[in-house]
């Protein structure tokens, strides 16, 4: 607990927390929203691709989303490192925020694993997807669902709100 004292104490959480500008909070959750928006949305594109939306939209091309989608969640989790530093207490005593970054491990862990099953070496739209293909899909836009309605909870539930 010393050391959460510690890094809420810094100055830079203090700015996070404090700094009155746009440079500061709201800049660090516009980054974080744009970041988890981005993951969560080219996730699901993908996602429904899969489950057979948009048939005319050919799956090799969609392999560079990957790429984005890596990039996404870097800014997402820099993002929210500095969200956490300015509030590590409020946010670690609360387990709604542990139940989100299971869903987002879970998540990120799924498309790891359409990228290794369903998107491998050739071409994708000449042979017949696997047929986890669509259980994956389907998995995965569960688990950004839950993930981002829990990130929304913190707001709600806990010790940020009084409610415990």
Same mark, same amino acid.
């Given at each position: 607990?010393?050391? +959460?004292?510690? &890094?809420?104490?810094?100055? %830079? =959480?203090t700015?996070?927390?404090? $700094?009155?500008?746009?440079?500061?909070?709201?800049?660090?959750?516009?980054?974080?929203?744009?970041?988890?928006g981005t993951l969560a949305g080219v996730s699901a594109f993908v996602?429904?691709?899969?489950?057979g939306f948009a048939n005319r939209v050919p799956l090799t091309p969609?392999?560079? +989303?990957?790429? &984005?989608?890596?990039?996404? %969640? =870097?800014?997402?989790?820099?993002? $929210?490192?500095?969200l956490l530093i300015a509030d590590a207490h409020t946010k670690l005593a609360s387990p709604i925020f542990y139940v989100k970054m299971v869903f987002v491990a879970l998540a990120l862990v799924n498309v790891s694993i359409?990228?290794?099953?369903?998107?491998?070496?050739?071409?994708?739209?000449?042979?017949? &997807?696997?047929?986890?293909?669509?259980?994956?899909?389907l998995t995965s836009l569960i688990l950004w669902i839950a993930a981002t309605t829990a990130g929304r909870l913190m707001a709600y539930l806990g010790p940020v709100s009084g409610i415990d």
């Amino acid at each position: 607990m010393d050391f +959460l004292r510690q &890094l809420e104490q810094s100055g %830079f =959480a203090t700015w996070v927390r404090e $700094g009155g500008g746009l440079l500061s909070y709201p800049l660090i959750l516009f980054c974080h929203t744009i970041g988890l928006g981005t993951l969560a949305g080219v996730s699901a594109f993908v996602d429904l691709r899969l489950l057979g939306f948009a048939n005319r939209v050919p799956l090799t091309p969609l392999r560079g +989303l990957f790429r &984005l989608m890596w990039m996404a %969640f =870097a800014l997402t989790a820099a993002s $929210g490192i500095c969200l956490l530093i300015a509030d590590a207490h409020t946010k670690l005593a609360s387990p709604i925020f542990y139940v989100k970054m299971v869903f987002v491990a879970l998540a990120l862990v799924n498309v790891s694993i359409i990228r290794r099953t369903v998107f491998v070496a050739g071409n994708i739209d000449e042979r017949p &997807l696997p047929s986890s293909a669509r259980l994956l899909a389907l998995t995965s836009l569960i688990l950004w669902i839950a993930a981002t309605t829990a990130g929304r909870l913190m707001a709600y539930l806990g010790p940020v709100s009084g409610i415990d």
